[in-house]
């Protein structure tokens, strides 16, 4: 079993900056691929970057040269940092994390921290 566990959500005014950690306890984080999504209410909940175990990363395309998705293997954590933000990047933001072991996909899911933009 493994759990994740989303930190540093919270109010911003447009224009600023926020960083979401996602501490990870799950066996050999490294061989994970982990990412961060988002979801408001009503929608459907959206990729919005994602980084393999070997460091490529992938951004959506609203969030490309705001967002930054990085990892720390030796401390088991994910991080966003989110630059420039506007009013639609409020929502609830998870940390995923995602593993094939002989053909066992393992999925884990963080409960999620809020983040609302907002003068």
């Known amino acids: 079993q493994g759990q994740l566990v989303e930190s540093g959500g919270g109010l911003v005014q447009p224009g600023g900056s926020l960083r979401l950690s996602c501490a990870a306890s799950?066996?050999?984080?490294?061989?994970?691929?982990v990412g961060w999504y988002r979801q408001v209410p009503g929608k459907e909940r959206e990729l919005v970057a994602s980084i393999t175990p070997g460091g490529t990363t992938i951004y959506a395309n609203s969030v490309k040269g705001r967002f930054t998705i990085s990892r720390d293997n030796a401390k088991n954590t994910l991080y966003l940092q989110m630059n420039s933000l506007k009013p639609e990047d409020t929502a609830v933001y998870y940390c995923?994390?995602?593993?094939?072991?002989?053909?066992?996909?393992?999925?884990?899911w963080g409960q999620g921290t809020q983040v609302t933009v907002s003068s």
């Open positions: 799950v066996s050999v984080f490294s061989l994970y691929a």
């Open positions: 995923n994390a995602e593993r094939v072991i002989f053909s066992t996909r393992y999925t884990y």
